[in-house]
């Protein structure tokens, strides 16, 4: 495609509801990168893969929190058993080269 | 670990005046510095970077930032801002052994009044 598509756009979830939230990377962008950026912030990171491989998830917030990209395209952030404090924007980045990663438009989770 | 901080929250300028907006960064290691801006609804767009070489930096829209190493900051510069410059800009680091992982700044909203 022409950049990074998340869907939802949009998602209302109640308390304790599971999420999942989807990242379809620019074909061929080898690494893919997960932020959370809750309102009024900068985005902070939460995991990187490098094709299907999981390099870093040390800004995972808690087990709740699970990422995947199985056959090293499209990637899927789920989160479990969602609290209020996990309401932010999710913001998927994907890149060929290193140091020239685009973003997708990001997914905005209200936990109510 | 590496940090960022942008100095200013918000920057109120008129258009056509010139505006700067300040970052500071800290780390034990090198790192490669970015600029980023995200228009209202919009994702993240890279506005320029520094790698290596020559430590001025700019973009194709008049922006120009500049690393200072013994100062510990990139700035972002431009003489004259126009209106279609209001957004938010994200200041971000990178070591150069995490894969390409950003840490940014809070952020600046800058806001151009006609």
């Known amino acids: 495609g022409a950049g990074v598509s998340q869907s939802p756009r949009y998602k209302v979830a109640k308390r304790g509801q599971d999420v999942a939230l989807r990242c379809d990377p620019i074909s061929g962008h080898v690494s893919l990168f997960w932020y959370q950026q809750a309102l009024g912030q900068g985005p902070e990171f939460l995991t990187y893969?490098?094709?299907?491989?999981?390099?870093?998830k040390s800004g995972l917030p808690s087990d709740r929190f699970f990422a995947e990209r199985p056959e090293g395209s499209v990637s899927t952030l789920k989160i479990q058993r969602t609290q209020q404090e996990d309401s932010a924007v999710y913001l998927c980045?994907?890149?060929?080269?290193?140091?020239?990663?685009?973003f997708g438009q990001g997914t905005r989770l209200t936990v109510v | 670990a590496q940090s960022v901080t942008q100095l200013d929250s918000q920057v109120p300028v008129f258009e056509e005046a010139p505006v700067e907006l300040r970052c500071n960064y800290s780390s034990s290691v090198s790192v490669y510095l970015f600029w980023y801006v995200q228009y209202p609804n919009q994702g993240l767009q890279l506005l320029l970077k520094y790698l290596s070489g020559s430590t001025l930096v700019e973009s194709i829209n008049g922006f120009e930032a500049e690393f200072n190493k013994s100062q510990t900051s990139f700035h972002l510069r431009k003489p004259s801002v126009h209106i279609s410059d209001t957004a938010e800009y994200f200041c971000?680091?990178?070591?150069?052994?995490?894969?390409?992982?950003?840490?940014f700044g809070q952020g600046t909203e800058l806001s151009v009044k006609p």
């Open positions: 971000a680091v990178s070591a150069g052994n995490q894969g390409g992982k950003l840490i």
């Open positions: 980045a994907s890149s060929k080269a290193i140091y020239e990663a685009f």
């Open positions: 893969f490098q094709n299907e491989a999981q390099l870093d």
